[in-house]
C-alpha cells in the first residue's frame, strides 16, 4: 500500500519561502499524477498544484507566480516551492496521488503545517 509522508512546514514571516516535501513508498509514483492541497481553519480544501507523469503542471490563480510544484522520480517525491508567501497561504497542505486513470485521488498525506506570520 503506497504512504505518502509530507515534509517542510513550519513558520515563516510574509514574504518568505517553504519547500514542501512528499515522498511515496511504493514503485508506481512515476506513473501517478500527484497534487497538492490546502486547507485552511473553516474554509474548503483547494487544490493547490499538480504535477502528472509527463511532468504537465497546474498552479491554482491565486498562487500563481509564487508556487511551483515540481517531482523528481528517482527519489519518489514531489515538491511544493512556496515563495513570496502571505498570512492568507497559511494552511495544512496535504499531498496526494491520484489513481492511474486520473479520475480519483486514491492516497493522500497527512499534511503539514505552514504558518505565515505578517
Keep these: ?3 505518502l509522508v509530507e515534509s517542510g512546514g513550519g513558520l515563516v514571516q510574509a514574504g518568505g519561502s517553504l519547500r514542501l516535501s512528499c515522498a511515496a513508498s511504493g514503485s508506481t509514483f512515476s506513473a501517478r499524477t500527484m ?3 490546502r486547507q485552511a481553519p473553516g474554509m474548503q480544501r ?3 498544484a499538480s504535477v502528472t507523469s509527463g511532468d504537465n503542471t497546474y498552479v491554482a490563480d491565486s498562487v500563481k ?5 515540481s517531482r523528481d522520480n528517482a ?16 494552511a495544512v497542505y496535504s499531498c496526494a496521488m491520484y489513481d492511474f486513470t486520473d479520475t480519483y485521488l486514491e492516497v493522500w498525506g497527512r499534511g503539514t503545517l505552514v504558518t505565515v506570520s505578517s
Excluded: C, H
Design 46 to 48: 483547494e487544490l493547490v
Design 1 to 3: 500500500q503506497v504512504q
Design 75 to 90: 527519489k519518489n517525491t514531489v515538491y511544493l516551492q512556496m515563495n513570496s508567501l502571505k498570512p492568507e497561504d497559511a
Design 35 to 37: 497534487a497538492w492541497y
Design 65 to 69: 507566480g509564487r508556487f511551483t510544484i
